[in-house]
């Protein structure tokens, strides 16, 4: 059970806008910074949105994050075949003094 | 160019024990927060813990998830830029693919450079 809670799936036809939910509560979201995760299988993650909506050079302003209360969300507009992956979203859990990951969510590029 | 490169899969039985490395490059090491996460098969990340290798031994800081407190160590060799994981008897449960990867920031940061992982496989 993880403590970030996300769908377990998402999917989308090429060129549509999706997004994908993560929620979380006062001592993770609430209080601190959310990060978003790529994960194509079979390669490690990679950090695709930092700090509630920054993106890490490399990565295509067709990926946007945004955050409210305790729920984050990530958008991917454009959709393209090579998006389909896993996507994590991860926060600072203040009782943790760790961080903390949401269960996943698959896109599927149909 | 930073870079984490792990050691390679690992196939053990329980009750065995096991050191993975994460050797470093491209980065301050000794003043860097890195990380490792598990990932079960077909599952989710879970942070495991993290060290902050500091220049010397007795300085170094480890963090661990409550989680896997007791069941893993962390450690790390400042003089050889690597951070260690290991287990004092594996368990079947231990199965799964390990990453380290390196941390920015303080509680606002993330992980922004991630090893390739080590996939582990413990059988009876």
């Known amino acids: 059970q993880s403590v970030l809670t996300q769908p377990p799936s998402a999917s989308g036809t090429p060129g549509q806008r999706v997004t994908i939910s993560c929620s979380g509560d006062n001592s993770n979201i609430g209080s601190n910074t959310v990060n978003w995760y790529q994960q194509v299988p079979g390669t490690a993650p990679r950090c695709i949105i930092y700090r509630d909506d920054q993106r890490p050079s490399g990565v295509p302003d067709r990926f946007s994050g945004s955050k409210s209360g305790t729920t984050a969300s990530l958008a991917i507009s454009g959709l393209q075949s090579d998006d389909e992956a896993d996507y994590f979203c991860?926060?600072?859990?203040?009782?943790?003094?760790?961080?903390?990951f949401g269960g996943g969510t698959k896109l599927t590029v149909l | 160019e930073v870079q984490l490169v792990q050691s390679g899969t690992e196939v053990k039985k329980t009750g065995e024990s096991l050191k993975i490395s994460c050797k470093t490059s491209?980065?301050?090491?000794?003043?860097?927060?890195v990380g490792w996460v598990r990932q079960m098969p077909g599952k989710g990340l879970e942070w495991m813990g993290s060290v902050y290798p500091d220049d010397f031994p007795d300085d170094s800081d480890v963090r661990y998830n409550p989680s896997f407190q007791g069941q893993v160590t962390i450690s790390a060799d400042h003089s050889i830029r690597t951070a260690f994981l290991q287990w004092a008897s594996l368990k079947a449960s231990d199965s799964a693919m390990y990453y380290c990867?390196?941390?920015?920031?303080?509680?606002?940061?993330?992980?922004?450079?991630w090893g390739q992982g080590t996939l582990v496989t413990v059988s009876s």
């Open positions: 990867a390196k941390w920015y920031g303080g509680n606002t940061g993330y992980f922004d450079y």
């Open positions: 991860a926060a600072w859990d203040d009782s943790l003094n760790g961080q903390v």
């Open positions: 491209g980065f301050g090491f000794s003043h860097s927060w």
